[in-house]
Structures are given as structure tokens and as C-alpha cells.
């Protein structure tokens, strides 16, 4: 099979206007498959420079010439999507840690305007260290280095001044990345110059990128997809259809990312939070609120839930119903105020996408943090505008507390069990620093005993300490999550999403909603 190169693939090559630290999937399958795209419609014309950080060979995108393919499948708008592009926006890739100085020689190319990065949550991280290394370990002193070498070449101007975008998993990456680098450069002692040209003339910018890219397929998916594309792609990834790009930035900032004209999932606003806000509640929240439940039906991975009948209904209903409404009304944008509404529907489509098999178990690691931040300022908020407690979540925290309880501790793990859908039980590991905590409250529960149940839910809404927030002027929330639990424990999963769904029906039948 004729390998993919510019030989048999002939694409541009731009100047390099771009110098990315990172060659993972998520870079290559958002960043550079939208400037690729920019590119293509003669928007941005810029080429990007990766500098790979870690060890490792970069022999794979020379011997293509920085070519690779995304494949999106998935579902976008109730429709089947798979179709693939071809990426020809990589100029070339340089080991950091071979060769040093060519990435230092980057900084003197006058056509360099942006610098992105995806390090992981880790790689933001401030180390006392000297930028003059061979080179410098961590990612914000390999920064510090780099716009230091470009300080001096240019004489501080300010026109050579960058716009660097961290893409890191973070909230206020770029606020956070600024002051590491500004903490560098002081230990370093590079001078008031330089500080003063990397305050004025360097824009570090908050980003959020969300798409899933599982990267590169099974040996099985990725020869029957060569085959039918008629190449070998060594570097070939899939993605999700939906994607999406904010960046906090002004107009200064928006006349340089150009390529943010190319397609409208880059968004350049001076104030993303509304984007974060939106994913933390309706994609992370629903997630959170869901899984435990599914998980304890039987379900094995997140499309297998939104297939099951019942669960399906769950999830699309406690988005719509119960999360959605609860976005602040001055976070959503004037100019479309149906934007979390058609977030949700985006949601659901990905949720149901049966090309990307995310495990329900994978989802529940820290399930006990992410409740915490992602869906109890939703509850409470929901509380505040009804009145009343939000009855699927309530079904959704008390599926939570279910999950979190071990029946025993074993080579370092605490273990819970749950039934499966033929009668079996399954043994799970419960991947939570909140482990121990709960383990040691469920030995005092006895679960045939309603009112036993009732005092330990009680009990852990109480627990200000473990939810940095007062459950207690929730009114009847503690309750109704007992009860919840109580039927869970007695009635079964099955049976009591059932009795819920009934009584939503109910409570629908009876407001005179059709």
C-alpha cells in the first residue's frame, strides 16, 4: 500500500507561523485540523512547527511529511457523519530533547505569531530551574527560553510580540501559564526589559478545546480504513464530529488568529466562561449525574446507555430538563439564546456516537469530586427557580452514593459489587480519594432499615466539609435522596428508574404539559 507523504499527497507548505509544544491527538485532531482547514480556504496560510517534548523518535511525520488523516464519525444533528481530511498543516516535527537549539532557532523567524500548547493538567507546573539548559525540563521554562531567545534577536519589539494559547485541561490556562513563565523569568534574572516586553507585547490566552479524539484506531479498524482510503497512514487518528475552539482574546488577538474565520467552532470572545460554564454542567454534569446509575444496570459503556430505553430517557431528560434551565440568563449570549439548548441537542449526539466506545467505569474515577463541582451548584440552582428538588438528579446523587459503597478493601483498593443484567454480580474498583470516607459511613448503615439509610444520607449532605458548600437549605433534598437510595437498595436499579419514570409521567399528565 502507497504510504501517505506530499509525494503522492501534494499540499502547500505555508511559513511557519505557528510553533506547537505537543504532538498528541487532541492537538492534531482540533488546533491543527482547523488551521489546516483555514488554510484550504487561503485564510491563514500558515504552516505549524511542533516541537515534540517528551523522548521518543519523530521519524513516523518525517517519513510523511507531516501529513496525517482524521477520520470524524459519529452523530451531528440526528445524522450518520463519517468523513475524513487529510492534515497538511504540520511543516515539520523537532525533538526538543535532540535538538534544542533548532527549536530556539524558531524564534527568529519574523513570521511566528502563535504559540500553542497541550502538556497535559501537569505540564502547567512552575519549577525552579535554569531556562539556559539543554534543554530546560518543564514546558513553562522551555517557554521562558524560547521567548526570551526572541526578546534578544529582536531588540524587545513590539511587533514581534506572540499570542500564545495553552490548550491544557485547566481553567484560566492562559492566566496560570503567564504567571509561571513571569516566575521563570524573575529566578532567571532576565531583566526588567524583558519583563516589561513580555507583559506589553506577549498575549497569554484562556482556552477551552472540546472534541473527543480517541486517537489512533485498532489495528483491525485502522487496515480496513487504509484499505478503503487507498493509503497507508501511520499517524492516522479519529475524531468525534463535534468540535469546538474558545479562546479569550480582544481584537488584537483576533486579528492575528485569522483562522478563526474558517470555521465556527473557533470562538474568540473576551470572556469564554459562558463556554466553560456550559460544558462543566450540560457534557461533564450529565456525565456525572448518569453514570453511577447506568453503571449499576448493567451498562457497560456510555452508547449502550443512551440505547437502553430507560436510560436513554434519563439522560436525555435530566439535560433538558433539569441542567439546561439552570445556565445563569446573563451568561448566555444575546445574539443566541437558544445556545445551551443547542449545546444539549450537540450532547446527546455525542453521547449516542457508536464509533467511540467510552467506558461508563473510566467516568466514575473521582466520581465524588466531580459531583461536587460540576452538579451541585446545578441542583441548588434548580432549587432557587423551582422550589423544589430536581427529582432525576435526586435519582442521579442517590445512584452516586449507591456506587460508592465498598464491601471491601483488597490490594489497595476499595471494591463495590453490583448485579448484572443476568443475575450475576460484578466487582468493581471504586477510584475515588473519597473511598475510605464512604467505605467506613456505609458499615454503620444497615439497608434494609429505611430509616438507617435516611440517617446516613443525612449525615453525608451534612458533611459541609466534604461538599465546600451547605447542603442543608436544600429543602427535602436529603429526604428524597434517602428515599431514592432506599429503593435502589430494596427495589433494584431497574425498578426504580421505572418508578421514576412513572412519576414523571405523572407529574407531566397531571401539569396539562403535552
Known sequence: MTPLNRSNHPATIHPERVLQFGTGVLLRGLPDYLIHKANQQGIFNGSIVVVKSTGGATDEFAEQDGLYTVVSRGIQKGQTVDKHTVVSAISRVISAKEDWKAVLDIAKKPSLQVIISNTTEVGIQYVAESIFQNPPQSYPAKLTAFLYERFKNFGGGRSKGLVVIPTELITDNGLKLRDIVEKVAKHNELGKLFMKWLKYHVRFCNSLVDRIVPGKPDAETLL???????????LLIMAEPYRLWAIEGDDRVKNVLTFAKADPSVVIDEDINFYRERKLRVLNGGHTISVPLAYLLGLETVNEMMLHPLMGRFVEEVITQEIVPTLPEWMIPEENPDAVREFAADVLDRFRNPYIEHLLLSITMQETSKMRARNLPTIQRFVEQQQQVPQRMVLGFAAYLRFMKAVRFEKGAYLGEAATPSG????????????????NMWQKVDVHDAASVRNFVHAICDDSALWEMDLRPLSGFADAVAEQLNNLLTLGVEATIERQVATAESTTSGSGID
Open 424 to 439: 450475576g454480580i460484578i466487582t468493581y474498583p471504586i477510584r475515588d480519594d473519597y473511598a475510605e470516607y464512604f467505605f
Open 224 to 234: 480496513r480504513k487504509q484499505e478503503e482510503l487507498g493509503y497507508e497512514d501511520k
